[in-house]
């Protein structure tokens, strides 16, 4: 198979593999009812991978309206750029921090000495994994930031000419994480699998319109190099 061949699949790929990875992910992300029985090796695991997979998907979902200049574009450019920022540092203190805490405070034999240290963390109004109002500030912004984005990202790409559906998935899956108030099951991985989902139905739109376009310029070439051609000229023979 052709470079040119697989093309498509590389242009799917690039906006569909950070969110499906991340919504893969998310799965598996523990829910901490209590951090004391929090398995800390699955914990830190998931949360190490989320490191590069936020800022990745949100990178995907930018890439989405490169083509695209309007006030919408750059309203989705910077509201995943807001979501990198904000919830790569929310989960970096909420989650690999906490995770950390978490196994020291097993490894020492008297884990309740370290429970004034970890709901320090755990309960900061700002990065904290659970905040005193189940909402910390830096969650709340990434999670609004990721929404607005979207909504954006999505209105953009429908004055752009995409169909209904993939711009409605991408704008609605974007709340999952707002609904549910985590990015554990289900939130996150309906949010990133739904924006996984539509990012590819709008990337194959994009090469589909991209093709037609060029077999249309092909034969206009061909028309009008046609129309150049001097008649032939018979010959008569005697």
Known sequence: MS???RRPWYAIATVVAAPLVLALVEMFHPHPHDLFGLDVDRWMFVHYAQVPLFPLAALAVAMLVRERSDLWALLCRI???VFAVAFTSFDTAAGLVIGLL????KASGTPEAWRDMIDAVWFDPILGGQGFTDAPVLAL???LSLSIGAVAGAISLKRGGHGWVPVLLLAIAS?????FKTHAWPGGPLTFGGIAIAAGWIRWESLRREARAVTALEQEADAAAGAMQPPRRRMEMR
């Open 79 to 81: 509201g995943m750029f």
């Open 175 to 179: 709340f999952g994480i707002n609904v």
């Open 102 to 105: 978490v196994k020291a405070a």
């Open 3 to 5: 470079f040119a061949t």
């Open 141 to 143: 912004i990434g999670r």
